[in-house]
């Protein structure tokens, strides 16, 4: 169990996947992998019959929905002064509760050397509240810079396809080296240095308070992601992502592979923004018949949408032993 | 994408995965050297102390306040005369970080009881500053400051007990009082968007200057307007010629609120604010 919590930090910090020799399969894996070798016909019957099943999008639109309203609460609660959700996404107050996003409380922390109560009672809050929902499901359900990237990750792959760009990837450890470096960096100057340079900060103030030069460097950014690096920002260099990250690697929620099911055509590593975590969807891969996808995934649903024939599902961990 | 299949072993495949590797190597190191470069940018607008900005009530001593503002503009949603702004990007590191100036829209205290420090999460914006952080003694005030509006309450004072700056009659020449003249109308024109609180209008409810006219014999706007007790007050300065001459003249209660810099008629004010300065007899 431990073993496999290690795997996965391991991963999101940059390691490459661990491939499982065929020997440490479990019995159920081996006799799965084995049937899946003869029975090709069959499962190109299947997979017709599944993609006639499929609807397309579902949890994309709840997603979408989800972010659009949080990001929407946050702008109407200043502008019509309903006061629900006051504050910016780096720290609000939800009905006069505190919420404090982790990765700037960290950064204040570091950087102010001093934490008080209302700091240390926000930042619990939304460690809970992630801890239950899957750390960086924040990334996916409510960063708007996030929605901001996917669609320009639409344009990329687009752009891809008609061979007018291509991707350029980087080592995935650089996020790792992010987050230590701009812990250092507000731990020796005094400054909140990523906070200078963060979308998601300018991005929800622009929303909240009204727009500024500081959208230039998210444009910039976006600009990069389409023309340069698939993802560029949330892959390589976000280290909220990477906080989130972190607490999501025990939370319940989780997105959970089902090696029965699996066709193993790939749609669903397409589709990801980090498709390190489904390394186990590769044919021949999966040690287990059923495993849990890693700390590193966004929750954001896309594979679940995408994946033809349902290997791919929401989970919540206990809630399958209890029902 | 590349990286992700299998060897097919042959050598000329080999030496081009190889290649891809450096390459992206040598790609990954530039994006490092990138992000860091651009985000240590924001030190030049704070080392250079491009523009020293008026922070709201109760801030921390700047290096101490850029430390531990968290950039969410809490206090920006609180405010009921809408005095504090966030800054934009041009201000480096200050970027996000709330502001006021005075001579647009003056902190008034409208609220009473000093709101943005109430909803600061981290403590960037205190009533009283813990022993923990840098703090001047000439930007302590005497006594509790005693808030005009509300000097018949039981409780007459503001919890705060510092000031952020301090009022200084910058143009002596320009000032209408000290050229012994009056004004009528509103303060700043008629166009003038800035609001604030008039008690014997509504105590809480903040309304535009410019719904406000004045007609006075002696332009004492800056006193009258004051909302500290004993901040500000008019007094007889004789001229190099022996000339008496009316002069706002600042005590030590003043917490450097800018109201009367906000108000001032003459273009540019005759009084202005510096933010950060402290009292010294």
Not at chain 2, 6 to 15: H, L, R, S
């Amino acid at each position: 169990m431990a073993n496999k919590y290690w795997e996965s930090v391991r991963v999101m910090l940059g390691g490459e996947p661990r491939r499982v020799d065929a020997s440490e399969f479990t019995e159920e894996a081996k006799t799965i992998h084995f049937y899946k070798k003869d029975e090709k016909q069959d499962f190109e019957a299947l997979k017709l019959e599944a993609r006639a099943h499929q609807k397309k999008g579902v949890w994309l639109k709840r997603r979408w929905v989800t972010l659009l309203s949080i990001n929407l609460l946050f702008v109407v609660s200043f502008w019509l002064d309903i006061q629900i959700l006051e504050g910016a996404l780096t720290a609000s107050r939800m009905l006069g509760f505190h919420l404090i996003d982790l990765n700037s409380a960290l950064q204040v922390m570091l950087a102010h050397k001093h934490i008080i109560v209302n700091l240390l009672i926000g930042t619990g809050t939304v460690f809970v509240l992630w801890l239950m929902l899957g750390g960086r499901t924040f990334c996916s359900w409510v960063c708007p810079y996030h929605f901001l990237a996917e669609n320009a990750e639409r344009l990329h792959v687009y752009l891809v396809e008609k061979k007018k760009v291509s991707d350029h990837t980087f080592h995935r450890g650089v996020r790792t080296v992010f987050w230590v470096l701009f812990a250092l960096m507000a731990i020796i100057t005094g400054y909140t240095v990523f906070e200078t340079i963060s979308p998601v900060g300018i991005v929800s103030r622009a929303l909240i308070y009204g727009p500024g030069l500081a959208l230039g460097w998210v444009v910039l950014l976006l600009l990069f992601e389409v023309f340069y690096s698939r993802r560029a920002w949330c892959r390589y260099v976000c280290p909220i992502g990477l906080t989130y990250g972190f607490v999501g690697v025990f939370s319940p929620l989780h997105v959970t592979y089902k090696l029965a099911n699996c066709h193993h055509e790939g749609e669903c590593r397409k589709v990801c923004e980090v498709p390190h975590v489904l390394d186990c969807v590769i044919k021949g891969r999966a040690p287990t018949a059923q495993l849990d996808i890693g700390a590193d995934c966004t929750r954001c649903g896309m594979c679940i949408d995408v994946c033809p024939s349902g290997a791919l599902a929401f989970e919540i961990k206990g809630l399958r032993k209890i029902m | 994408m590349t990286t992700e299949k299998k060897p097919a072993a042959p050598t000329g495949v080999v030496n081009k995965r190889k290649l891809e590797e450096r390459r992206k190597f040598l790609r990954t190191m530039i994006l490092g050297a990138a992000v860091l470069g651009i985000s240590t940018l924001g030190y030049i607008p704070v080392a250079s102390a491009w523009r020293i900005r008026m922070r709201p009530p109760g801030a921390l001593e700047e290096a101490d306040f850029l430390a531990s503002c968290i950039k969410c503009g809490q206090c920006v949603q609180v405010c009921p005369v809408q005095a504090i702004k966030l800054d934009d990007i041009d201000h480096g590191f200050g970027v996000g970080m709330p502001y006021i100036d005075s001579r647009k829209q003056a902190c008034d205290f409208s609220c009473d009881a000093v709101q943005c420090i109430l909803a600061c999460p981290t403590g960037a914006l205190v009533y009283k500053k813990p022993p923990y952080v840098a703090s001047r003694s000439e930007m302590k005030v005497a006594n509790p400051p005693i808030l005009l509006a509300k000097e018949k309450d039981p409780e007459p004072t503001l919890n705060l007990r510092e000031r952020s700056g301090l009022a200084r009659l910058a143009r002596p020449d320009a000032c209408l009082a000290v050229q012994g003249k009056g004004f009528k109308g509103p303060a700043r024109g008629p166009d003038f968007k800035g609001i604030m609180r008039f008690t014997e209008v509504d105590r809480w409810k903040p309304i535009r200057l410019s719904d406000h006219p004045f007609d006075l014999q002696l332009c004492d706007l800056c006193v009258r307007t004051c909302p500290i007790k004993g901040a500000i007050s008019l007094e007889p300065v004789l001229d190099k010629e022996g000339k008496k001459h009316m002069t706002p003249t600042v005590h030590e209660p003043c917490l450097g609120c800018g109201v009367c810099e906000m108000v001032c008629p003459v273009e540019p004010a005759a009084i202005v604010v510096d933010p950060r300065k402290g009292w010294s007899a």
